[in-house]
């Protein structure tokens, strides 16, 4: 005999990250994670080597500075934003704090797998809701609901298809929910996005008890390596949250990255006008080249292959791989057909789009 797991650890498959190359590949792009195709903002990499010195001493356990450059930014109350080692902490300690055995974690169907995985750590059911055209189906999401569901996690922009809902979408979702079930808005590519129609989750954070929005440094602030994310709660979620959290869960040193970061506007609006740019022109390439696109918002694009070889996804991710490019190939999210290619430099998103022009030539 051995220990036993609870109910619905073994269920779980381990996350994969999106493949890095190997030393057998370099020189090579990496276009698998969705990482800032610019990096960190100089004054973020300043703060973090300056943070050496204090090595000795615990982080602020309320990372009291960043949750008030944070406020700052965004117009916010301080006392209502959590700090976490990535919004995946965040995101799991929300269903640790809030679902019992055999309730219910509501997401769409090619949603960021994390979803899953925080329902079955808590021995919860994920219950799967299908989509319309890769995006989130309200309809859909409302007629799953039942007694039992406790979460909904929703990815706004969506994570690998890109999709995302307007404001007044969103609003209709959670005026179609109970009191008691908690909308758990995932905006970690909120920044990136151009619809004037969206918002991130604040407005209803602000007006209602059971919504939270989730957010990230790893993405338009290049600090994925660092782990900074961060949460706008109702009070009692966050008194709820600070309980369960651990006291030291964010370094000193990524607290003040994630500090000067913020007040690096600059850097952010010129991350964006990148992304814009060569988001719009991978496209056109990618279609000129007779492959299906869906461009969404983030820094990233979904690229849809014919379902058979020679020129499916798996054969594309190896001829792509063999050339320098990694994608990364999505059939864990359902998308067996599709790869998902991250906006990167100039010289990536240039010869990728090569790549993938000589790889639809191929017979």
């Known amino acids: 005999m051995s220990p036993e797991p609870k109910p619905g650890i073994l269920a779980i498959e381990p996350y994969v990250a999106g493949r890095a190359p190997t030393s057998e590949e370099h020189p090579a792009f990496k276009l698998s994670s969705n990482e800032s195709a610019l990096g960190a903002s100089p004054k973020a990499i300043a703060a973090y080597e300056a943070a050496r010195t204090d090595l000795f001493s615990y982080p602020d356990g309320g990372a009291t500075a960043l949750r008030e450059a944070i406020a700052a930014v965004h117009g916010l109350d301080a006392g209502r934003i959590l700090c976490g080692s990535g919004s995946e902490e965040l995101l799991s300690l929300i269903a640790r704090a809030y679902v019992r055995p055999g309730d219910e974690v509501l997401f769409t169907e090619h949603a960021f797998i994390v979803y899953r995985i925080a329902a079955l750590s808590s021995s919860a059911v994920p219950v799967p809701v299908p989509e319309k055209n890769l995006g989130a189906d309200i309809d859909a999401i409302l007629a799953n609901v039942t007694a039992r569901t406790r979460i909904i996690y929703l990815a706004n922009p969506n994570n690998p298809t890109g999709s995302c809902l307007s404001a007044q979408e969103i609003e209709r979702l959670h005026a179609g929910l109970p009191d008691t079930v908690l909308l758990v808005i995932?905006?970690?590519?909120?920044?990136?996005?151009?619809?004037?129609d969206y918002e991130p989750g604040t407005r209803l954070v602000s007006r209602f008890d059971n919504v939270v929005m989730t957010r990230t440094f790893s993405k338009i602030y290049g600090l994925a390596g660092l782990r900074v994310g961060w949460a706008y709660c109702p009070p009692a979620v966050a008194d709820i949250i600070n309980r369960v959290r651990g006291p030291f869960n964010v370094t000193t040193a990524?607290?003040?990255?994630?500090?000067?970061?913020?007040?690096?506007?600059d850097h952010v609006a010129r991350s964006v006008a990148h992304n814009a740019e060569w988001k719009s022109w991978l496209v056109q390439k990618i279609r000129a080249a007779g492959l299906g696109i869906d461009e969404g918002e983030g820094n990233f694009l979904l690229i849809r292959f014919p379902r058979e070889a020679p020129h499916d996804a798996s054969s594309a991710d190896a001829f792509l791989s063999a050339r320098g490019f990694i994608l990364r190939t999505v059939a864990n999210y359902g998308l067996p057909h599709c790869l998902r290619l991250t906006v990167g430099r100039e010289e990536a998103n240039r010869g990728v789009a090569r790549a993938l022009a000589e790889f639809v030539r191929t017979t």
């Open 186 to 196: 995932d905006a970690a590519y909120a920044e990136y996005v151009q619809r004037a």
């Open 254 to 265: 990524a607290q003040a990255a994630a500090t000067a970061a913020l007040s690096d506007t």
